[in-house]
């Protein structure tokens, strides 16, 4: 059976409400007294993270970079070389880490087990990714960061919006964040059950296509200041594997009228072959 689309915008509000959203957080936060303090990385009894695997995760956490070049799913754009034909560039990303051993461990803590005291370590990170961004993604302030939103199911099953949360406190001067500008679109029941196509593609333009209507942007902020002259926008999610969720989120941006100078994600995968699974990319 099929819900009526009104139902589940219906059911999208209410878990997406500010009442709901502090249920979440309060029982996040019992939860948080209740388990016992054990390191996310070496899980000893010592603190969130214990003070032998602190220097490690920091310095994973250190050093910003660009981090496009392996991302085959990015959207494309043309370069001039001088020549008769641009080349084709991959849009720009900053990563504020290399998706590494430690960096993935606390991210997933981080995200699906509640350990939210692990943002301690990931906003400094995050903000110095972003102090970056206008050297390394060579675009000039004020921006507008818009973050890659939570599905309603990861955010019922979290309580709380990982992106949004690692942004808390994290914006050096002349960044705003355009929450709710980017939101999911809602897939029909019988397209979710559809098996997979055989005959899909791999090839890098498939990849770069594939479920590039994911998102939609809200016309709740389609007139907002955000998006105002003189803003450069920039996309902002926790993780890139592929790139195929930025290509989706700049596909609808771009469907709105707005090009995004570029992306800040906090870990990149860094090493062809070695992708985790894409639904780390803010489910
Ligand atoms: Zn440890």
């Not at 990303?93 to 370590?121: N, P």
């Not at 949004?164 to 939101?183: D, H, K, S």
């Amino acid at each position: 059976m099929r819900l009526p689309s009104g139902c589940a915008v219906g059911l999208d509000r209410l878990v997406l409400a500010p009442a709901a959203r502090a249920l979440g957080r309060s029982g996040r936060e019992l939860a948080g007294l209740l388990m016992p303090s054990l390191c996310v990385l070496c899980g000893r009894q010592d603190g969130t993270v214990c003070p032998e695997c602190a220097p490690g995760l920091v310095a994973e956490l250190l050093h910003p970079f660009r981090a496009e070049q392996d991302a085959a799913a990015l959207p494309l754009y043309p370069v001039p070389l001088g020549g008769p034909e641009p080349s084709l560039h991959p849009v720009p990303v900053v990563a504020a880490a290399r998706y590494g051993a430690e960096a993935s461990r606390a991210l997933l803590a981080f995200k699906d087990h509640g350990r939210t005291a692990v943002a301690g370590y990931l906003r400094p990170a995050v903000h110095r990714a972003l102090a970056a961004a206008p050297r390394l993604l060579e675009a000039q302030g004020p921006f507008t960061l818009v973050p890659v939103p939570s599905s309603a199911a990861g955010f019922r099953a979290r309580g709380y919006d990982p992106v949004e949360e690692l942004l808390t406190g994290a914006l050096p001067p002349g960044w705003q964040v355009a929450p709710g500008w980017l939101a999911h679109r809602r897939r029909p029941l019988v397209a979710a059950f559809r098996p997979r196509s055989s005959h899909a593609g791999t090839g890098s333009r498939q990849r770069r296509h594939r479920g590039r209507d994911r998102f939609r942007t809200s016309r709740r902020y389609a007139a907002n200041a955000q998006r105002g002259p003189g803003r450069n926008v920039v996309v902002f999610d926790d993780v890139m594997t592929t790139g195929s969720t930025l290509a989706a989120t700049w596909h609808a941006l771009e469907q709105d009228g707005v090009r995004p100078v570029g992306a800040v994600v906090v870990a990149a995968v860094t090493a062809p072959g070695t992708a985790p699974d894409e639904g780390l990319n803010s489910a």
